[in-house]
């Protein structure tokens, strides 16, 4: 039987530091409802990669705990938790391969319907449908002829398809044009729906798509508020 997990995560007095270097997250605490759509927004260093890097059991905490639906994650099978909890870096990483095998990197048995229909749902189907060799085609680690929009797009079909109970993204910094950005923010709103977010945001349009804003300085949060509240 497969493990559904309802998304609801928790920081529970965590405190956290790199090994041996000083607190990066000095007891922090956190309750993230399920199907809530957070913006972690912030000065540079204030510890908002770190927060998403201890959701994604890249680190554990050094005191306390992170919760999924209660469980300690640490006490979650990593094949339950890569399956529950996702996350989409800035970089939007291709491995060299086509482009459908990157959509399916989290599903591998996935049909080519299955992979279409993902890639349609995030608006990512055109532009893949026009490629030389549509979704045969391939990608380079460089990102080839793949702009660096439509990579974000790629990697959110990905994530679509990945259907996780809680999507971790770090927003790319890279601006883009004005139809792509738009693009993205369709999709963006698409791939949130259903689905606990937590989003380091570098866009005021994703700012205000949010639930709820959480500012975060020196590993503290310091205002946790509605969007309009800011
Ligand atoms: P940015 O907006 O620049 O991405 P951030 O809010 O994501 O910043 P973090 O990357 O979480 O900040 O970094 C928080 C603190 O932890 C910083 O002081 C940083 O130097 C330190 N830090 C981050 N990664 C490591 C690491 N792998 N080893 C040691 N210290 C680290
Ligand atoms: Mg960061």
Known sequence: DLWESRGHVRFEDVTF????????????????????TIALVGTTGAGKSTLAKLI?????????????????LRSLHPKDLRRAIVMVTQEAYLFSGTVADNIALGKPDATLDEIRAAARAVGADEFIS???DGYNSDVNKRGGRV??????LISFARA??????????????ASLDIPSER???DALQTLLADRTAIIIAHRLSTVAIADRVLVMEHGEIIEDDAPAAL
């Open 17 to 36: 530091g790199y090994s041996g270097e000083k607190t990066i997250l000095p007891s922090f605490s956190l309750d993230i409802e399920a199907g809530q």
């Open 183 to 185: 693009l993205i923010q």
């Open 130 to 132: 026009a490629l030389p």
């Open 147 to 152: 702009s660096a929009g439509q990579r974000q």
């Open 160 to 173: 679509f398809l990945a259907d996780p109970a809680v999507l971790i993204l770090d927003e790319a910094t």
């Open 56 to 72: 994604s059991r890249f680190y554990d905490p050094t005191l306390g705990r992170v919760t999924l639906d209660g469980v300690d």
